[in-house]
């Protein structure tokens, strides 16, 4: 900067090297540009244009000659040979007048080039670098403080020097080492200058760094925020639990409290707990008089702070079953990160949470930890309920669907329910349904038996109509009319989270709490199925008839005779080259097919003499967990190990391992595992599968943090864009960027899958 | 009375939306019926739409970075075609919205006008696209020392299949290397240089440049592939140059695409650009069988073309034109965006979310957005 404004300004006059006609003609279109492109740019184009008309190196305001500027990196200028003194350049900016600063992208209003050259150094105050005194007694100075000291002293030997009149060299090198530490003093990581350090040899941190980066101010401490009234656990799932609820450990509940004021009318009430005090459940903390002290409650103060509770004061009181708590879990990529729950205390020392709300935290129970926040105010509490309450966020916003379903074993459970194999005595359903909650079991028909689908329609509404499909194409589809379950089967389809419009339609219909209800009821009715029935998986579902293991032999013999004529093809160069690959590579893709085909013609043998409903199979087919894939590997075979879409390459010198011939394009030796997990894999085949395992493990670590970066990068560009009261986005420039919200201004959360579904208003209308 | 409901409806719905009702509705319905039907699809609407403050960008941004985490890295795809490989995944997103130029794989979808759709010489239109250059129809280069010449081997019947002949090579090199004196003569073909002076590692390097020099085709357009698809043979290329190709008479301009969306911007503006932007990222969380719904993507596009030119959601593209100085300051390189601020006396209205953040105020979207009088404690 201060380089371009000596470059660029006349020596003797202090004008722009601009003829005036010239800086009329450019005035206007550089302003634009700064505005439009920032400063950085129009200083630029400022620098192109002068470059541009500089034609006799005079100046064309005063005729005076001009010399060349040069800056030796970071802080000594020179003209011509000569070096300037920072004193002659802040002269020289001093005289520079208004109008041409403007034009270097400087604004007159608020700053002076001159401004640029200290001539006294601001120190910051201790509590900006404080000292800390360790154990033993010894102080440890904040670095600032280090490079200020230095500066000092430097600043005092060279005034000391100058006045003893010593040798010009002297008094330059001190100079140099002045500017040098003052340098370091703002920013100790410039490109030309090395870093200032320790005595230990460890870089000074100074003002620059402290502003900088992740653990700088602004995003350590400005944008990033700590908190009290939080807590941290391990998690662990409790499926009695509601959906928008949170198991919290006593010993939590015993730390983390929750102000109430007294008033007439709840004193009493709040009295028991200041009796109780901080060590029995339920009691209180503090006790915060109406001028704000706090008092903090013993066994001593117990009573004197009972007698002393009046209107006005606020009691610090332990959690409760139904307060209000924020529940989260990092990393926090969706609004359905943190919701908020209500408390049940509970014993043990872990939080707990219904399993079905695991999908919006994307949590599992194999260590994870979550935290709980308490909300300390009305205001605060009344915003958590209505905008963060888990009902509220069972649509995403991400696809106007549910983000709460059933999964696992309540879906294998609602599955065999719903399927038309299954019935039941009359009592034991009224037992089943009693024991997920549902008391009103008139729905269930006067029979002695009574099928699954009756028993799941008595969850569903009276007046619930729906149809849907199923996962499985074999499975009629999903008929509901009037509230029972005429056709069709319930899977991952229907009651899973993120797919089919059961929920959502649930949602819409009846509301969120009902919806929430009734999906709480359906998640423990499934369960309770299988509880009643037993549910299993056994290494006797992968077992297959012995003609069955035959036909498998004979699928890879016909592939391995396959891939041997094709290789034979390709060695004598018989080979069709596929358009655009090489030979090799055409090679390669076509044996791949082979493979991949015997993979699948294992896999068709093994779903066709897998027992057909054994609980391996269930799981499979209403998509709780496993594919049937997942079955065939453990029946059948594992498969071709690929790894980025190739068979295994070359490890050593022209082989995989170092048990094959050289050059073995055989699958065996590339990859491919002829093995199930249940008979067990050949130690070769083991190596190729923890090949590609470890490919997966890696790309998963390199993609968080990628992944990251781009969230991190979208939040920060879009983050302060909304929609205004004239329905158009804005940003917060007030700059529209959308007339209409996504073209039809259709929030998707409020939407069934994106969209307004007409079809069913069709009917709805139709049907009346 | 029945159309005069509908007719009302159309005025209130936005278009997409009426487009559907028009589709579904039956088309006998009684008066009563389309009158209540209109009131019905009328209110659901209302209860649909955005309300105001709604903190649209950081949904969407949410909607596309959450889905990030599950997306593979796999940068290699089959686009449809086995032959063909194209970045997918997460990196492909990550170019998009990084607003890069250079892309790791460009490639267009060239569609044909009728007869060529229907598979007429397909394959010498492909092949005419492609870009040829000398050494790939010839076989052999030799310099003659003495008379400053270039000799080449033309491999003639690989000139047949591609259909040059002769005189199309004379000119096409007489365009692209001057100075030299260009005769084909039966499989030969010889480059005399024009000046006298100039040694011979001078006519080395005009070999070298000679070799690449461009005969025929659409440069940057490194493979051709023709490809049916959905009843009509389509030319799949890699490289792309999309201004150059709809030049040609036999190609479909309305519905010949490219993957490169500053290519889009250039030639066929930035609404289009825009609309690039949003089925290049569709395509890709398409293929990755997540569900994220279009008007993510339509606000992301929407304010990556807002200022008219394609920009990249990065400190040089949309963060850069942050109104707040603190906003800037907050996502990277705070330092240089506090000197220019200081440079320039910036102020800041703190109209945005960060600054409020950090200054622990309620911040001015959703709720915090009307001013209630309340009192605290």
Not at chain 1, 369 to 385: G, K
Request: with cysteine; aromatic share 6%.
């Amino acid at each position: 900067m201060i380089l371009t404004l000596l470059r660029y300004t006349c020596r003797d006059c202090s004008r722009i090297l601009l003829p005036t006609a010239r800086i009329e003609q450019y005035c206007d279109r550089l302003k634009r540009l700064g505005k439009d492109k920032g400063p950085d740019v129009m200083r630029k184009k400022l620098k192109d244009i002068i470059t541009a008309s500089k034609s006799s190196g005079k100046c064309p305001h005063c005729k005076a000659k001009q010399k060349k500027i040069m800056l030796e990196k970071p802080s000594t200028f020179f003209e011509d040979d000569k070096r300037i003194s920072p004193i002659e350049i802040r002269s020289r900016f001093e005289k520079l007048n208004d109008g041409d600063i403007e034009l270097f992208g400087l604004n007159p209003a608020a700053v002076r080039p001159e401004w640029m050259i200290l001539t006294v150094l601001p120190i910051p105050p201790v509590t900006m670098r404080p000292s800390i005194t360790l154990e033993t007694g010894e102080r440890s100075e904040d670095d600032l403080t280090h490079k200020l000291g230095d500066i000092v002293r430097i600043n005092q030997r060279l005034f000391e020097n100058i006045n003893a009149g010593a040798p010009e060299i002297i008094v330059e090198d001190l100079w140099d080492l002045l500017q040098y530490h003052i340098t370091t003093f703002f920013d100790n990581d410039v490109a030309q200058l090395p870093p200032a350090r320790h005595r230990s040899g460890q870089p000074l941190k100074t003002l620059s760094e402290r502003i900088k980066s992740k653990e700088g101010r602004i995003r350590h401490n400005l944008t990033g925020k700590r908190t009290n009234f939080s807590a941290r656990t391990v998690i662990s799932p409790d499926p009695m639990l509601g959906l928008s609820e949170v198991g919290v450990p006593d010993i939590m509940a015993m730390k983390l409290t929750v102000p109430e004021r007294v008033t007439e009318w709840n004193i009493n009430y709040l009295k028991e707990f200041v009796r109780k005090g901080p060590k029995s459940y339920p009691g209180a903390n503090y006790v915060v008089r109406p001028d704000g002290k706090k008092k903090k409650l013993t066994d001593d103060t117990v009573e004197a702070s009972v007698e002393e509770l009046q209107p006005g004061y606020i009691v610090e009181r332990h959690l409760m079953d139904g307060d209000i708590a924020m529940f989260n879990r990092q990393p926090s990529l969706h609004r359905m990160s943190m919701m908020c729950h209500s408390v049940r205390v509970l014993p043990c020392k872990t939080l707990r949470l219904n399993p079905a709300v695991c999908f919006p935290y994307n949590a599992d129970f194999d260590g994870d930890e979550m935290n709980l926040h308490i909300p300390q105010t009305e205001e605060a509490r009344a915003e958590a309920e209505l905008l963060t309450l888990v009902g509220t966020q069972m649509i995403s916003p991400r696809y106007g669907l549910s983000v709460i379903g059933c999964i696992q074993d309540a879906i294998s459970g609602n599955y065999i329910l719903s399927r038309n194999d299954f019935s039941m005595s009359k009592s034991e359903a009224i037992d089943l349904l009693a024991s997920v909650g549902v008391i009103d079991v008139s729905k269930l028909p006067k029979k002695d038996t009574v099928s699954g689908k009756e028993i799941f329609s008595v969850l569903l509404p009276d007046d619930f109509s729906f149809s849907g499909r199923s996962r499985s194409r074999e499975e009629p589809d999903v008929v509901i009319k009037s509230g029972r379950l005429v056709s069709g089967v319930m899977d991952k389809n229907n009651l899973g989270e993120g797919s089919g419009l059961l929920l959502r339609n649930l949602h819409k219909k009846y509301g969120r709490q009902f919806a929430l209800d009734v999906l709480g009821k359906m998640f423990k009715l499934g369960i309770a199925v299988l509880m009643k029935r037993g549910f299993t998986t056994a290494l006797s579902d992968t077992d297959l008839p012995q003609e069955a293991k035959l036909q498998i032999q004979g699928v890879f013999q016909r592939a391995e005779q396959d891939v041997t004529e094709l290789v034979a093809q390709y060695n004598s160069g018989r080979l069709d080259i596929l358009p655009g690959r090489t030979l090799r590579e055409t090679l390669e893709l076509k044996i791949l097919e082979v493979l991949n085909k015997a993979r699948d013609e294992t896999g068709k043998i093994v779903a066709m003499n897998v027992e057909s409903y054994s609980h391996t199979v269930v799981m499979a087919i209403s998509g709780a967990r496993g594919t049937p894939l997942n079955l065939a590997q453990m029946a059948g075979c594992v498969g071709q190990q690929a790894l980025r879409g190739k068979r295994i390459e070359n490890g050593y010198n022209g082989r995989t391992l170092s048990c094959f011939r050289r050059d073995d394009l055989s699958p065996e030796a590339r990859g491919f595992i002829k093995s199930s997990f249940k008979s067990g894999l050949k130690p070769a085949e083991f190596f190729f599968q923890s090949v590609v395992g470890r490919d997966a493990l890696m790309d998963t670590a390199l993609r968080t943090p990628k992944s990251g970066y781009l969230y991190r990068r979208l939040a920060n560009a879009l983050q302060d864009l909304k929609v205004e009261y004239d329905e158009t986005v804005r940003d917060s420039g007030g700059r529209i960027v959308q007339f209409v919200y996504g073209e039809d201004g259709i929030d998707v959360s409020k939407s069934e899958g994106g969209v307004l579904n007409i079809k069913r208003v069709v009917s709805e209308v139709l049907e009346k | 009375m029945a159309s005069d409901a509908l007719k009302e409806l159309q005025e209130t719905l936005p278009e997409g939306v009426y487009r559907m009702v028009a589709e579904l509705l039956p088309e006998k319905l009684s008066d009563s019926k389309a009158k209540e039907f209109a009131k019905k699809v009328a209110d659901e609407y209302g209860g649909m739409k955005v309300e105001a403050g709604e903190s649209v960008g950081l949904v969407a941004a949410e909607s596309i970075g959450e889905p990030g985490t599950q997306m593979t890295l796999d940068t290699f795809h089959f686009a449809g075609v086995s032959e063909m490989n194209v970045t997918m995944g997460l990196p492909r997103i990550i170019e998009i919205l990084d607003g890069r130029k250079k892309l790791t794989t460009p490639m267009m979808e060239i569609y044909l006008k009728k007869p060529y759709s229907e598979g007429q010489d397909i394959k010498k239109i492909a092949l005419m696209i492609r870009e040829t250059k000398l050494h790939d129809i010839a076989t052999e280069f030799s310099i003659n020392v003495a008379d400053n010449r270039i000799e080449a081997q033309l491999d003639l019947a690989k000139m047949r299949e591609l259909g040059i002949n002769e005189a199309v090579l004379a000119k096409a090199l007489k365009f692209s290397a001057k100075g030299v004196i260009v005769d084909v003569k039966g499989g030969t073909l010889v480059l005399k240089v024009k000046a006298k002076e100039g040694g011979v590692s001078d006519v080395f390097k005009l070999k070298e440049k000679l070799r690449e020099s461009f005969v025929r085709g659409v440069r940057g357009v490194t493979q051709v592939l023709p490809v049916k698809k959905n009843n009509e043979y389509v030319i799949l290329t890699f490289g792309s140059n999309l201004k150059k190709v709809m030049q040609y008479p036999f190609v479909d301009e309305a519905r010949t695409t490219t993957n490169d969306i500053f290519e889009i911007e250039e030639t066929l503006g930035i609404e289009a650009a825009r609309q690039a932007v949003i089925d290049e990222v569709y395509k890709v969380i398409e293929t990755q069988g997540l569900n994220v719904d279009i008007r993510h993507l339509m606000l992301v596009a929407d304010v990556m073309s807002a200022d008219g030119k394609v920009k990249g959601i990065t400190r040089y593209g949309v963060v850069r034109d942050k109104s707040s100085v603190l906003a800037r300051a907050s996502f990277e390189t705070p330092i240089k965006h506090i000197i220019n601020a200081s440079l320039y006396g910036e102020v800041d209205n703190l109209t945005s979310v960060v600054e409020n953040v950090m200054l622990n105020q309620p911040v001015p979207v959703g709720t915090g957005l009307p001013k209630l009088v309340s009192k605290n404690k």
